[in-house]
């Protein structure tokens, strides 16, 4: 909690406690609810929105490891970018539905890296992501290898043995 002392108080923003999730074994999970303008006049989820929860899904894991995504381009010229993604969807997620993003990293390469994300609901799996990321520099968006310290964070989700691919072997 921030003490007011007379005058707001400055809030660093990348300092603020991440939403949640945690670490189990080599995969990040991180629950969430589905809102209002997460879906369809029908109450089911709009297709790209599970883009949306994978994406916070993969920022709070790097948070949660220590990699902010502000410092890094600070620090390193570094961003990261969506290569490619294919999803399978499921089944339908609904408005209220509780819902849990789980993310494991299948492979780091020198400047990319490929990412499993599964969504779940207490009743099974609705959605299956394999997305592969890019390391750019920010200044000219051009690959880079991934700094040391941002593979060795990665690294601790890192997991063959959970690794299964959307549509085929």
């Not at 108080?9 to 609810?33: H, K, N, S, T, W």
């Not at 339908?92 to 890296?113: F, K, N, Q, W």
């Not at 990412?115 to 779940?120: A, G, K, P, R, T």
């Amino acid at each position: 909690m921030i003490a007011l002392q007379g005058k707001a108080a400055a809030v660093d923003r990348a300092q603020v406690e991440p939403p949640g999730g945690y670490i189990l074994g080599a995969e990040f999970r991180l629950p969430m609810r589905v809102y209002y303008e997460d879906t369809d006049a029908g109450g089911i989820v709009y297709h790209a929105n599970y883009l949306k929860f994978a994406e916070r899904a993969r920022t709070e894991m790097l948070r949660v490891v220590g990699v902010n995504q502000t410092n890094i381009r600070k620090d390193y010229d570094l961003l990261f970018a969506v290569r490619s993604c294919t999803v399978e969807y499921l089944r339908p997620a609904m408005l209220d539905d509780g819902i849990e993003v789980r993310t494991r990293v299948t492979r780091i390469g020198g400047a990319s890296v490929e990412i499993l994300q599964d969504v779940w609901r207490d009743d099974g799996c609705l959605a299956k992501l394999t997305v592969r990321i890019a390391c750019l520099n920010s200044s000219g968006q051009r690959p880079m290898r991934m700094p040391q310290a941002v593979q060795a964070a990665l690294k601790r989700f890192e997991s063959e043995t959970m690794a299964t691919s959307v549509g085929g072997s």
